[in-house]
């Protein structure tokens, strides 16, 4: 269970949680489990993972060197499926891995990512740093209301006397400030947190 801290200019893994030997995370390095959780092979949940497969480095692009895609192997880690775990704000990652490509079960899969997203969102201090406080101002939150309330982005701006583009930039900062993927998640977050 991997928690990304940005730092500065770079981004770090914080790992929460390892069954993973020690050798492994710490020859592999948190920057190569920071790229995986950011990749683009991680999904969100209901989506059908794919799997990195240590032998075809070389079609990872810039997320394994062909040393480390070795040490995977060498280690135990031949084929790795990198989950995103939706807890409020929080956005978690989980990494399986298997020592033969094609030995994990995606439905399998699919079914403990969304276990994990339910078991996580019960624990009080991830809830607790989900309700933190609002972070969008207050034209981001307007816009997001009114979108909520079924307006189109024309009716939203002639509503708050805006442009059109305008709507969409207040629209795009809540949904990058939520870490969302799409303007209905992130009006889904700001109803579940209270926000609007």
């Given amino acids: 269970l991997v928690a990304i801290v940005h ?7 914080r790992i929460v949680s390892s069954n993973w030997i020690f050798d492994a995370i710490e020859l592999i390095g948190k920057r190569l489990i920071a790229n995986l959780a950011l990749g683009p092979l991680t999904v969100a949940p209901g989506v059908r993972p794919k799997p990195l497969v240590a032998a075809h480095a070389p079609d990872a692009g810039a997320l394994l060197t062909g040393e480390e895609a070795r040490l995977l ?3 135990g880690h031949a084929e790795i499926y990198s989950l995103r775990l939706n807890v409020g704000r929080q956005r ?3 990494l399986f891995s298997a ?10 899969l699919m079914k403990a990512q969304l276990k994990c997203c339910y078991a996580l969102s019960s624990i009080p201090q ?4 989900a309700s933190m406080q609002d972070p969008l101002s207050d034209r981001e939150r307007e816009c997001l209301f009114w979108v909520s309330e079924g307006k189109t982005t024309d009716e939203v701006a002639v509503i708050l006397g805006v442009s059109s583009n305008t709507v969409n930039s207040y629209i795009t900062h ?10 209905a998640m992130a009006i889904a977050t700001a109803i579940r947190s209270g926000i609007i």
């Fill in 73 to 75: 192997d060498v280690l």
């Fill in 174 to 183: 809540a949904i990058q400030k939520f870490a969302a993927s799409n303007r």
């Fill in 126 to 129: 991830l809830i607790a740093a």
């Fill in 7 to 13: 730092d500065q200019d770079r981004n770090d893994a």
């Fill in 92 to 94: 978690l990652f989980v």
């Fill in 99 to 108: 020592a033969e490509a094609g030995k994990i079960g995606l439905t399998a």
